[in-house]
Each structure stands twice: as C-alpha cells, then as structure tokens.
C-alpha cells in the first residue's frame, strides 16, 4: 500500500530554509497580524510583475517586509517564549521596516544629492544596517552577522590591516553611502534578483505544494519504483528531485519526503544511518534540478548578465548525471545488503496515481514552456505558473466535493483556504532568502568599495604558488566550511564576489580559459554540499531525527554518497564540454583570449550525457566498491582511472596529438564494460 500521508501537516512544517524552523508559531496576538503582512507581501510581489514600477522602490518595498516580518516571527534568543511578541520585538519590526522604506519615501531627493549624504540619511543608515544584522542572526544564525560586521570594520579599518590587504579606508559616511543610499550594497543585485524572481518562485513552489503537489509526487514516484531493488530509496530520489525542482531547499525535501520515506526504507532493511543518509543525499541535490535550482541560480544569471534559460541549459548534464549516480549508489547499496523491491501486489498502480494529480504536473510545464520555448523573464514565466496554480487550488476541491456528491461551497471554501495559507506560506519561506540576499551585499559592496577582489586575488595566488588545481580545492573547502552558517544562497554570492573572478583570472594566468559560468557553478555546487557536512549540516540533522540515528554518522554518510556530486564541478571546469560551452581560440593562441559558444549539436548533447553517465557510476563502483559483485583494491583503482577517462579525454588525445578528444573515450569504455562482465561473471560463479 503506498504511504498514508497528512498534506495538511506535512505543508505547516515545510520550510524552505532552515531558519524556518528557528521561527515563532503564528499564533494568538501576532497570528493575524503576521498573516495580513505576509498577504500583503505575496499580492505586492504579483501585482509588480504587471506593473512598470522604478526597481529601486520594489527593493526597498522588498526588504521592508522581509525585514519586519524577521522581527515578528523570531524570538531574539533561542530560549525565549514562542507564543508572543514581545513589545520591543514589534517596536525594532517598525524601526527596521521603515528604514528600508526610507529609501523609497525619500528617493527623489537622495537621487538629487548622490554621494553626498545627509546627517538624517546616516542615522538611518546606522540603524537599518545594525537591525539587518540582527535580522540575519535571527533568522539565519550568527554566521552571516559575523561576516557582514567583518567586512563593514574592513571598510572602515583599512589603512590599518597588514599591506597586503590595506586599503585607503573610508569614512562612516562614505560607508553609508554606499551601502546603503546605493544599489551597491544591500539593495544591489541578490536583493534584486530575490525581489524580481525569487519570490516568486518560492510563492508558486509553496501555493504548489499546498494543493498536494508534494504528496503526489512522493506517491508517484513510490508507485513507480517502489518494486525495483531498493525501491523505497529510489523512490526517495525521484521524490526529492521532483520537489526540489519547486522548493529549492535541501531542508524542505529532507522534511518532505522524508517524513516517509526514511521509515520506508529502514522497513525494507536499511540500517537507519545509510535512510537517512540516502535522503540527504537526493534531498541536497534537489538545489541543483532544474528549472527551478534554488535563488542561487537566478543570481548567476544576474551577476553574469546571462539567461535562466542558459543557466539551466549549463547546469542540466552535471545535475542529472548526479541524480543518476545516486540511483546506482542505492542500487549498490541494495545489492550489498541483499535487499528486494517491494511486492507488484502492495503498490499502488502508477497509471491511477499518475493520473491522480496530472493536473500538478501543467504548471511545472507551463514554466517549462515559457522559459524554454517562448523565453519569457523568470518573472513572468513564475507569475503565469502561479496563476495556473491558483485557478487549480479554487477548482480541484468542488470538482472533488462534485466527484463525491458532498457540498460543493463547501469546496469552494477549501481551495479559497488553501489559496489564503499558500500566499502565507510562500511570504514566511522568503523571510530568511530576503534577508540573506539583504546582508550578503554587504559583502559585495564591500568589494566594489574596496577593491577587495584584486588584493584576495592575490593572497590566493601566493598561497596556492599560482596553481590552479589548489586554488580549486581552497574554494572548494572554503564554500563548505561557510556553508555549514550560511544558507546556499548567502554562501553562493559571498563566495562568487570572492573567488568566482580568482579562478577565472588565475586559470587564463595558467593557460586554461575557464568561463565565468563555470566557476559560478563551481561555488554553487560546494555550497549546496555544504547542507550535509559534518558537524553542522543541518539537511543531516533532520533526516537523522526522522530515521532516529546519530546525525554526525549520517552527515558522513551523505556526504560519502554525495563524492559523487562533489567530482563533476572539477570535470566541468577542465571539461567545459559538460556544461556544453565550447572555446573559441580568438587571435590564433589559446593564451591570449577566447570567447565561448554553446554546443547546440543534439548528437553530441547525447553522447556527452552518456559518457557522463558511464563514468559517474564508475565512480560511484570505486566508492562503494561493488561492480556487478565485490572490488578489490586494484578494481576500484582502475574504475577510478576509467571514470577519469571518460570525464576527461582530452588528457590523452593531446599528448597523442588526436584531433578528436572523444576517440580517447572509446579504450576506457571498453575496458569499463569487458571488467564489469568479468566480475559479473566471477560473481555468479562463488
């Protein structure tokens, strides 16, 4: 029998990020008040989608909710008491959303006087940015407080600081200024990019969700692949990935599906540390799905002047080769433990489920569609799924109420709640986003005011001596020790102001052109793993509470199974194949400049995914040490220097001077395939 879900329960606990679950319950005096805020907020974001309104305003508008909202749903301490608002919590909520509103009531005149503030310009400046701070350690913890303060005492306490990253300085005013009178700083791009597209991703993922969208999900993919080997697990990854195309979060799906799944497969036999480190693992990798992606991929786009849809077409390679790497790494895991599928007969029948809530699925096409075919904006493209969404949150209920001969009002008045909570529901998710994306200007404004970059760009350079592939791995590790204080989005811009641009400069300093794009990734994808490292990733820490198991041991076993998505930013940034951008030598030498084309050959799309695919689960047999049976040492060497092959021809074909790299992939595909029916049969054979 597929598992019995509570959709109602399920919604109210979900939360996009983890700050969510830092957050007051909306109840008693504040649970009005917080619902018409939040309402309001929703209806401001759809209604600007259709209105030309000065981008400017929209921000400042923006943050001004976000920012009193952050005040009255978290308590200041952990400890406090959660079922009131304290007075001196609604008395900062007003001070704090109109300072961010300052901006926009006094836009005329700040715009007449650029650069030269007044004194009631920076005392509110002192004030917005001092209660931004505290937003942020509210809602996100104290990790983003800390690197925002550090980098305001850098701009001021420059000419102090050892040489090597000295700067001038610059004075209170100077620093207001450009913090905070200017779209440089906390009203710059990632507050932009939240305003204009994030929102309303989040709105139609949460309105989405709240019609039963998830539930469906969980169901279908239970149904499908419940009766493989393994299949509750892999029915965790199809659920996780499908979620978290509307989510974003890897603490959503871990909450989502997980709640079921994880119980599911502990059912079935598996110990409960590798449960819940299996949905870790697929629930991490829900960021990186597209269409959706999380906030994070809307901020590449915008940094790098690019579109969504390039930014997808970028990302889809690596992120489903990933997807199906983990489908191996279950399927290894079950043949290991000696596991089966579920029985035909205990499942429910996948055409009846699917057709079940097929009407969930022409949203996500709808967005697919315009995105993709008509090119439409984010923006609108969201704003059309939402509108979808809604006319299917009123209908569904009295076509059911009709279906089963009850009251129709009755339906009516369903979906209309469920259409009330939704637009709630997707407020509250952006509370944290909004206010990450707020105070992670802080550091891009700190950059642009600073020169920071080309000083960092050079301590970088001092410490790696100049070589490439420790620069890669600094980034790396760095993106994953922020991550663990940081949500993806905050560590993503804090990390792509930073050292985006250094692994660029310093790969054409060695004579690898890599672009932009590639790098973007590259900090994006560790960020992400950052949610299931130990000891504080907290996708970790909520799946182990659901499968009852020992939350470091989890996060090392996700993390394990999550080796595999931590390769593919090192292939795609030597291989720039697998995000399908092609070089083009411009002035007859690869040192001097290049610009990139898209690879738009759908023969070639093809062989690259499946040479993609073929390698990742070499890699994956080496880490598990299973191929078709038990790998010795030498074998998981060997399917090492396959999957290194395969990801990476050009290693060979250069040195043999072989026109077409891909030839080289031929001797690793064959050896990959003629020791898999080796072993197979060896196997079979004990």
């Given at each position: 029998m597929?598992p019995k879900t509570?959709s109602k329960?399920?919604?109210n606990?979900?939360p996009?990020?983890?700050a969510?679950l830092r957050?007051r319950?909306?109840t008693?005096?504040?649970q009005?008040?917080l619902?018409?805020l939040?309402?309001?907020?929703?209806?401001?974001?759809l209604?600007?989608?259709?209105e030309?309104?000065?981008?400017?305003?929209?921000r400042?508008i923006?943050?001004?909710?976000?920012?009193t909202l952050a005040y009255?749903?978290?308590?200041?301490l952990?400890?406090?008491?959660?079922?009131y608002?304290?007075l001196?919590?609604i008395?900062?909520?007003?001070?704090?959303?109109?300072?961010?509103?300052y901006?926009?009531?006094?836009?005329?005149?700040?715009a007449?006087?650029?650069?030269?503030?007044?004194?009631?310009?920076?005392?509110f400046?002192?004030?917005?940015l001092t209660?931004?701070?505290?937003?942020?350690?509210r809602t996100?913890?104290p990790a983003?407080?800390?690197?925002?303060?550090?980098?305001?005492?850098y701009?001021?306490?420059?000419?102090?600081l050892p040489d090597i990253?000295a700067h001038?300085?610059?004075?209170v005013n100077?620093?207001?200024?450009?913090?905070y009178?200017?779209?440089?700083g906390?009203?710059?791009v990632?507050l932009?990019?939240?305003?204009?597209?994030v929102?309303?991703?989040?709105?139609f993922g949460?309105?989405?969700?709240?019609?039963?969208?998830g539930h469906?999900?969980?169901?279908l993919?239970y149904?499908?692949?419940?009766?493989?080997?393994?299949g509750p697990?892999?029915?965790?990854?199809?659920?996780s990935?499908?979620?978290g195309m509307?989510?974003?979060?890897s603490?959503?799906?871990?909450?989502?599906?997980?709640?079921?799944?994880i119980?599911?497969?502990?059912?079935?036999g598996?110990?409960a540390t590798k449960?819940?480190?299996?949905?870790?693992a697929?629930s991490t990798?829900?960021?990186?799905?597209p269409?959706?992606?999380g906030a994070?991929?809307?901020?590449?786009?915008?940094?790098?002047?690019?579109?969504y849809?390039?930014?997808v077409?970028?990302a889809f390679?690596?992120?489903?080769?990933?997807?199906?790497?983990?489908f191996?790494?279950?399927?290894?895991e079950?043949c290991?433990l000696g596991l089966?599928?579920?029985?035909k007969?205990?499942?429910p029948?996948?055409l009846?489920?699917?057709?079940?809530?097929?009407?969930?699925?022409l949203p996500?096409?709808?967005?697919?569609y315009?995105?993709v075919?008509?090119r439409?904006?984010?923006?609108?493209?969201?704003?059309n799924?939402?509108?979808m969404v809604?006319?299917?949150m009123?209908?569904?209920?009295?076509?059911?109420?009709?279906?089963?001969?009850t009251?129709?009002?009755?339906?009516f008045?369903?979906?209309?709640?469920d259409l009330?909570?939704?637009?709630i529901?997707?407020?509250?998710?952006?509370?944290?986003?909004?206010i990450a994306?707020a105070?992670a200007g802080?550091?891009?404004?700190?950059i642009t005011l600073?020169?920071?970059?080309?000083?960092l760009?050079?301590?970088?350079?001092i410490?790696?001596?100049?070589?490439l592939l420790?620069?890669?791995?600094f980034?790396a590790?760095?993106?994953?020790?922020?991550?663990m204080?940081l949500p993806?989005?905050?560590n993503y811009i804090?990390m792509a102001?930073?050292t985006a641009p250094?692994?660029?400069?310093l790969g054409g300093?060695s004579g690898?052109?890599?672009?932009?794009i590639?790098?973007?990734l590259f900090v994006?994808?560790?960020g992400?793993l950052a949610?299931d490292?130990p000891p504080?990733?907290l996708?970790a820490y909520?799946?182990?509470?659901?499968a009852?198991a020992?939350?470091?041991?989890t996060?090392i076993?996700g993390f394990t199974y999550d080796m595999?998505t931590a390769i593919?930013p090192?292939?795609?940034?030597?291989?720039?194949?697998l995000?399908?951008?092609q070089?083009?030598?411009?002035?007859?030498s690869?040192?001097?400049?290049?610009?990139?084309?898209?690879i738009?050959?759908w023969?070639?799309?093809?062989?690259?995914f499946c040479?993609a695919?073929?390698?990742m689960?070499a890699?994956v047999s080496a880490?598990?040490?299973w191929n078709?049976?038990?790998a010795?040492?030498?074998e998981r060497?060997?399917?090492?220097?396959i999957?290194?092959g395969?990801f990476?021809?050009?290693?060979l074909s250069e040195?043999?001077?072989?026109?077409n790299?891909?030839?080289m992939?031929i001797?690793p595909?064959?050896l990959?395939?003629?020791?898999?029916?080796?072993k197979?049969?060896t196997?079979?054979?004990?």
């Amino acid at each position: 029998m597929a598992p019995k879900t509570d959709s109602k329960t399920t919604q109210n606990v979900i939360p996009t990020q983890e700050a969510e679950l830092r957050s007051r319950p909306a109840t008693n005096l504040n649970q009005h008040l917080l619902a018409i805020l939040a309402l309001c907020w929703s209806i401001f974001q759809l209604w600007v989608v259709r209105e030309a309104i000065n981008d400017t305003l929209v921000r400042g508008i923006h943050l001004s909710f976000a920012i009193t909202l952050a005040y009255l749903s978290f308590p200041a301490l952990k400890g406090a008491k959660r079922d009131y608002t304290p007075l001196i919590d609604i008395v900062l909520a007003l001070v704090a959303g109109f300072g961010a509103l300052y901006v926009v009531l006094n836009y005329d005149a700040i715009a007449q006087r650029p650069g030269v503030p007044i004194f009631q310009d920076i005392i509110f400046g002192v004030i917005t940015l001092t209660l931004l701070l505290e937003a942020s350690r509210r809602t996100l913890g104290p990790a983003l407080m800390v690197i925002g303060s550090i980098f305001l005492a850098y701009c001021y306490f420059g000419p102090s600081l050892p040489d090597i990253i000295a700067h001038r300085g610059a004075s209170v005013n100077k620093i207001i200024n450009h913090m905070y009178l200017t779209t440089e700083g906390i009203f710059g791009v990632p507050l932009r990019v939240s305003a204009s597209f994030v929102f309303l991703f989040v709105l139609f993922g949460a309105l989405l969700d709240r019609a039963g969208a998830g539930h469906y999900f969980i169901q279908l993919s239970y149904a499908a692949l419940g009766r493989f080997r393994g299949g509750p697990a892999k029915a965790a990854i199809a659920a996780s990935g499908l979620t978290g195309m509307i989510s974003g979060s890897s603490i959503a799906n871990t909450v989502t599906t997980g709640t079921f799944t994880i119980p599911l497969m502990k059912k079935l036999g598996f110990p409960a540390t590798k449960a819940g480190a299996i949905e870790v693992a697929a629930s991490t990798n829900g960021q990186l799905m597209p269409p959706i992606m999380g906030a994070a991929a809307f901020i590449i786009a915008e940094f790098l002047g690019i579109s969504y849809v390039d930014v997808v077409k970028a990302a889809f390679i690596p992120a489903v080769v990933s997807y199906l790497g983990l489908f191996y790494v279950v399927h290894l895991e079950a043949c290991k433990l000696g596991l089966k599928g579920i029985p035909k007969n205990q499942l429910p029948p996948v055409l009846k489920t699917f057709m079940s809530g097929i009407h969930f699925l022409l949203p996500v096409f709808l967005l697919i569609y315009t995105l993709v075919i008509e090119r439409q904006s984010a923006g609108l493209a969201a704003f059309n799924a939402i509108m979808m969404v809604m006319v299917i949150m009123v209908l569904q209920q009295p076509i059911l109420a009709y279906i089963h001969k009850t009251s129709i009002s009755n339906g009516f008045n369903k979906g209309f709640s469920d259409l009330y909570y939704g637009l709630i529901d997707g407020a509250r998710y952006m509370i944290p986003i909004a206010i990450a994306t707020a105070a992670a200007g802080l550091v891009v404004g700190t950059i642009t005011l600073t020169g920071l970059g080309q000083r960092l760009m050079e301590v970088i350079e001092i410490i790696s001596m100049g070589n490439l592939l420790l620069v890669l791995v600094f980034t790396a590790i760095t993106s994953l020790i922020l991550g663990m204080g940081l949500p993806t989005t905050a560590n993503y811009i804090v990390m792509a102001s930073l050292t985006a641009p250094i692994v660029v400069q310093l790969g054409g300093d060695s004579g690898l052109l890599i672009p932009a794009i590639a790098a973007h990734l590259f900090v994006f994808y560790f960020g992400i793993l950052a949610d299931d490292t130990p000891p504080v990733g907290l996708a970790a820490y909520a799946a182990a509470a659901i499968a009852h198991a020992d939350p470091i041991k989890t996060g090392i076993q996700g993390f394990t199974y999550d080796m595999r998505t931590a390769i593919l930013p090192f292939m795609f940034i030597f291989n720039t194949d697998l995000i399908l951008i092609q070089g083009i030598e411009v002035g007859g030498s690869a040192m001097q400049s290049s610009s990139w084309i898209w690879i738009n050959d759908w023969t070639v799309w093809v062989s690259l995914f499946c040479l993609a695919t073929i390698a990742m689960f070499a890699f994956v047999s080496a880490i598990m040490g299973w191929n078709a049976g038990p790998a010795k040492w030498w074998e998981r060497l060997l399917l090492l220097l396959i999957c290194l092959g395969l990801f990476r021809p050009d290693l060979l074909s250069e040195s043999m001077g072989i026109t077409n790299k891909y030839y080289m992939a031929i001797p690793p595909l064959l050896l990959y395939g003629a020791l898999t029916l080796w072993k197979k049969r060896t196997y079979q054979n004990i």
